[in-house]
T-cell receptor, first 115, second 117 residues
């Protein structure tokens, strides 16, 4: 069964460093999402992406964050200058269709630890 | 703004007992509703979703949920718990009337289900 994959599974970085989290969505999916979950808190939406541009973003997704689909398979989330409060589990998701009824398929997540 | 509330961050049941995980939503228009499960060290997996007039929704692994508009609820149930059901369960909502290309999920805080032998 096709699945969303994410690398790395765990990333440790120093405050102020740049990190890139990578996701490979399901191959025929067209809509992509990033969410994060700070330890002990709820899963929060960060950004959605379709047709090579951001479709929607949350207040969390400030200028320090960016997303890119550099080729036909990868979808990346970059944090330019990490802060302690960026420590969280980051989930990538993809859907085949748009709209609210489409099932979002999630990857296993990347645990980001900022020291 | 839409939101979901999950009552009970931790629920413990005995193997073979009924599982009931509660979810209430807040929305001016009945939204689309989802239940996801997260096993340790894994991603979120869809259990079931409500997107149509059928108010009783059956999902994988014997779970089902009933949409009750009058109670703004979408509780998850399973008649008989198995040890393998131990996981974290998330209720989520998306906007039925959102006109954008993509449609984010808004999650509840999750309920950790423990199953005792």
């Amino acid at each position: 069964e096709p699945e969303v994959t994410q690398t790395p599974s765990h990333q440790v970085t120093q405050m102020g460093q740049e990190v890139i989290l990578r996701c490979v969505p399901i191959s025929n999916h067209l809509y992509f999402y990033w969410y994060r979950q700070i330890l002990g808190q709820k899963v929060e939406f960060l950004v959605s992406f379709y047709n090579n541009e951001i479709s929607e973003k949350s207040e969390i997704f400030d200028d320090q964050f960016s997303v890119e689909r550099p080729d036909g398979s990868n979808f990346t989330l970059k944090i330019r200058s990490t802060k302690l409060e960026d420590s969280a589990m980051y989930f990538c998701a993809s859907t085949q269709g748009g709209g609210g009824r489409s099932t979002q398929y999630f990857g296993p997540g990347t645990r980001l630890t900022v020291l | 703004a839409q939101s979901v509330t999950q009552l009970g961050s931790h629920v413990s049941v005995s193997e073979g007992a009924l599982v009931l995980l509660r979810c209430n939503y807040s929305s001016s228009v009945p939204p689309y509703l989802f239940w996801y499960v997260q096993y340790p060290n894994q991603g979120l997996q869809l259990l079931l979703k409500y997107t149509s007039a059928a108010t009783l929704v059956k999902g994988i692994n014997g779970f089902e949920a009933e949409f009750k508009k009058s109670e703004t609820s979408f509780h998850l149930t399973k008649p008989s718990a198995h040890m393998s059901d131990a996981a974290e369960y998330f209720c989520a909502v998306s906007d039925r009337n959102y006109g954008g290309a993509t449609n984010k999920l808004i999650f509840g805080t999750g309920t950790l289900l423990a199953v005792q032998p």
